[in-house]
């Protein structure tokens, strides 16, 4: 029976492992998790889900199949260069932690180890997360099936080259909190217009989720599906024309651009903190 171990018990670990044993029929005996110092959130993830968890790295990853970095990127260095010498070349390593790219985890670990960079969203944690995934050259197909398996237990998945992952980070990485920034305009106008809180949540919530089936069921472009919902002179029209004159639409590609650009940037500067550690050593 495989051990996957998680370094880090935050909420993305939780995500994770919550979705593998709910969703992907996981024995929660085979899952293992760590932090440094909180031992109550070991004890509390210990009681609600039945893993193990552990505050020693060389009880967290001896007979490890699978080794999920789930920590804060900053703290990517130090975490696994204490955990280097318990890495196996026949353990894969899962990375969730953006902006450090795969040549940095790998001259951290310093072996050949089937590397792989996962960015999923924060819908992880009611298992519908849009997580792309990219592999270096030590992974093999099998590798590849079970990261795949993994994620699927929390989402979708999407094999990307890793020169994609600063886009995707910009696109679906932080595009839950885009879509959250509509919510909160919707609710303010439902206000304004005099409707309840209740009653607006219900109708914004439902309104979302059958504008994303649509797309999801549909064959036509979302750009289709706008147009046969916008009759000319009618309400629609008259609401889409004022997002129009404030160039919503342009803001929204704008922001993804520069999300995107802005995971490039931080992902360039951890990298080169990394390697002038690793030179210094």
Same mark, same amino acid.
């Given at each position: 029976?495989?051990?996957?171990?998680?370094?880090?018990?935050?909420?993305?670990?939780?995500?994770?492992?919550?979705?593998?044993?709910?969703?992907?029929?996981?024995?929660?005996?085979?899952?293992?998790?760590?932090?440094?110092?909180?031992?109550?959130?070991?004890?509390?993830?210990?009681?609600?889900?039945?893993?193990?968890?552990?505050?020693?790295?060389?009880?967290?990853?001896?007979?490890?199949?699978?080794? $999920?970095?789930?920590?804060?990127?900053?703290?990517?260095?130090?975490?696994?260069?204490?955990?280097?010498?318990?890495?196996?070349?026949?353990?894969?390593?899962?990375? $969730?932690?953006?902006?450090?790219?795969?040549?940095?985890?790998?001259?951290?670990?310093?072996?050949?180890?089937?590397?792989?960079?996962?960015?999923?969203?924060?819908?992880?944690? $009611?298992?519908?997360? @849009?997580?792309?995934?990219?592999?270096?050259?030590?992974?093999?197909?099998?590798?590849?099936?079970?990261?795949?398996? *993994?994620?699927?237990?929390?989402?979708?998945?999407?094999?990307?080259?890793?020169?994609?992952?600063?886009?995707?980070?910009?696109?679906?990485?932080?595009?839950?909190?885009?879509?959250?920034? *509509? $919510?909160?305009?919707?609710?303010?106008?439902?206000?304004?217009?005099?409707?309840?809180?209740?009653?607006?949540?219900?109708?914004?919530?439902?309104?979302?989720?059958?504008? @994303?089936?649509?797309?999801?069921?549909?064959?036509?472009?979302?750009?289709? *599906?706008?147009?046969?919902?916008?009759?000319?002179?009618?309400?629609?029209?008259?609401?889409?024309?004022?997002?129009?004159?404030?160039?919503?639409?342009?803001?929204?590609?704008?922001?993804?651009?520069?999300?995107?650009?802005?995971?490039?940037?931080?992902?360039?500067?951890?990298?080169?903190?990394?390697?002038?550690?690793?030179?210094?050593?």
């Amino acid at each position: 029976m495989s051990k996957t171990a998680f370094i880090g018990a935050g909420s993305m670990a939780e995500a994770i492992f919550s979705g593998m044993i709910s969703r992907g029929g996981v024995d929660p005996s085979t899952i293992y998790t760590s932090n440094r110092t909180n031992t109550a959130r070991l004890d509390e993830l210990q009681e609600q889900y039945g893993v193990t968890g552990c505050q020693s790295l060389e009880k967290l990853l001896t007979g490890a199949d699978i080794v $999920v970095l789930t920590v804060k990127p900053k703290d990517v260095l130090t975490v696994l260069s204490a955990a280097r010498p318990y890495i196996t070349e026949e353990m894969m390593v899962i990375s $969730v932690a953006a902006g450090v790219d795969i040549a940095s985890l790998e001259g951290i670990i310093s072996k050949k180890v089937s590397i792989i960079r996962a960015m999923p969203n924060t819908s992880a944690a $009611v298992g519908k997360s @849009a997580t792309a995934i990219a592999a270096n050259k030590q992974t093999k197909e099998k590798n590849l099936a079970d990261a795949i398996a *993994l994620f699927k237990a929390i989402g979708t998945v999407s094999l990307v080259e890793e020169s994609q992952l600063d886009a995707v980070t910009g696109l679906s990485g932080s595009g839950p909190a885009y879509i959250y920034y *509509l $919510v909160e305009a919707m609710e303010k106008s439902a206000e304004a217009i005099g409707l309840d809180t209740d009653t607006a949540k219900q109708l914004i919530i439902q309104t979302l989720i059958g504008a @994303a089936e649509m797309v999801n069921q549909s064959s036509k472009t979302a750009y289709q *599906l706008r147009k046969e919902v916008t009759s000319p002179g009618g309400t629609t029209e008259a609401g889409l024309k004022v997002l129009a004159a404030h160039q919503v639409q342009e803001a929204f590609v704008n922001c993804i651009q520069e999300a995107a650009m802005q995971s490039k940037r931080m992902g360039q500067q951890i990298s080169e903190e990394i390697e002038v550690s690793l030179l210094k050593k």
